[in-house]
């Protein structure tokens, strides 16, 4: 007879989920991922269920990494909130399976992982596409992601300066206080990206928020948020300007607002750039359109799930 799942929390997976071992593993996963090769990975697009109800979808994420025999979904729910809300803007769980048996192995906290590996993925657009000398990273939005991105990017890059903006202040200034290193605050996204290499933008907007026009010719862009088919982070000027780069196509044109109404094209997947079958543009103005996918869910929590049973 199968074990019960054990039960992994939040603050343990935030002790056993480290960049180091994830990035190299999401580049391995990124890079199966597309080769379109369904012997090796299985990852549909996610369903989502509306909460109409509550401004919010229910996200199913499930994966079937093939010869890593890693069979895993994420159930996530991900809401638009007004400013000033104090209910989350994600919640996550991940449950990792046995694919021979069926049953399931772990159940295991999904924020952590969720913050850890979206931040991660983006750590490997920068270091794919950014700028050869870049000193000026500007993050917008100061919530969960922001701080993950703050982490993976800053141990990951020697920037000279980081600046993050918000729509309220006081929770950019909040952010900036909770930072480990030295984080300038900017009262409009115009200044704060004005001469930027990077911009990760990380916020619970549906209507555009960076605009082409203040975006330094060459410079990187990280778009993280504006996950449906109707919101937008980013301007169509900005899309059509920049060279698009995705983690799925198949996501990137059935969910993202920024991609589907700017009718932009996408110029490659990231894996693709890791597999040496489509350049990266480094030189030219670029965006990764990131979604989110089940693949790099499976391979943090494999990697959890390893590390926790080498304490126990
Ligand atoms: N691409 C991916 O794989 C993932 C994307 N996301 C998305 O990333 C975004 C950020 O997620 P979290 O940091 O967890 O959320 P959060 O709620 O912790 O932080 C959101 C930030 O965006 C700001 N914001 C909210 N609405 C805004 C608006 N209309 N205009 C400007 N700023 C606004 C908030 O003030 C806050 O600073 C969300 O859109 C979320 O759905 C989340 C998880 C994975
Ligand atoms: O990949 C993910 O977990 C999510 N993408 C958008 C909201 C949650």
């Known amino acids: 007879m199968a074990q019960p799942p054990v039960l992994i929390r939040q603050d343990e997976v935030e002790g056993l989920l480290h960049y180091k071992d994830l990035i190299p593993r999401l580049e391995v996963a990124l890079g199966k991922f597309s080769k379109l090769d369904s012997a090796e990975v299985i990852q549909p697009v996610r369903t989502t269920v509306p909460l109409q109800k509550y401004n919010g979808f229910l996200g199913l994420m ?9 069979l895993c979904t994420k159930l996530v729910c991900f809401y638009k909130r007004e400013s000033g809300s104090t209910l989350p803007s994600t919640q996550a769980t991940v449950l990792l399976f046995d694919p021979e048996y069926g049953n399931v192995k772990a159940v295991m906290d999904g924020e952590v992982i969720t913050a850890k590996r979206t931040a ?3 750590a490997i657009s920068a ?4 700028p050869a000398k870049s000193e000026v990273l500007t993050i917008l939005g100061a919530g969960h992601q922001a701080l993950s991105h703050y982490n993976v990017f800053t141990e990951t890059f020697s920037f000279k300066e980081v600046r993050v903006w918000s729509r309220r202040k006081e929770t950019a200034e909040r952010f900036a206080q909770s930072t480990q290193g030295h ?3 900017w009262e409009s996204v115009e200044e704060a990206v004005n001469g930027a290499d990077v911009i990760v933008t990380v916020t619970g907007a549906s209507e555009p928020v960076l605009f082409g026009q203040w975006v330094k ?3 990187h862009v990280a778009a993280v948020g504006a996950c449906r088919p109707d919101w937008r982070e980013l301007d169509d000027v900005l899309m059509r300007q920049a060279e698009v780069y995705v983690d799925s196509r198949e ?8 991609i589907i109404l700017s009718g932009a094209k996408v110029f490659a997947e990231l894996g693709e750039v ?8 480094r030189e030219k103005t670029t965006v990764f359109k ?6 790099q869910d499976a391979v943090s929590a494999k990697l959890v799930f390893e590390q926790w049973k080498n304490k126990h």
């Open 62 to 70: 499930p994966a079937y990494l093939v010869h890593e025999d890693i």
């Open 120 to 122: 991660a993925v983006s």
């Open 127 to 130: 270091k794919l596409l950014m």
């Open 183 to 185: 984080v300038t605050v």
């Open 217 to 219: 010719p060459g410079a």
């Open 251 to 258: 996501g990137a044109v059935a969910e993202s607002g920024d």
């Open 274 to 281: 890791l597999n040496g079958t489509r350049p990266a543009l």
């Open 290 to 295: 990131s979604l989110g996918m089940g693949i």
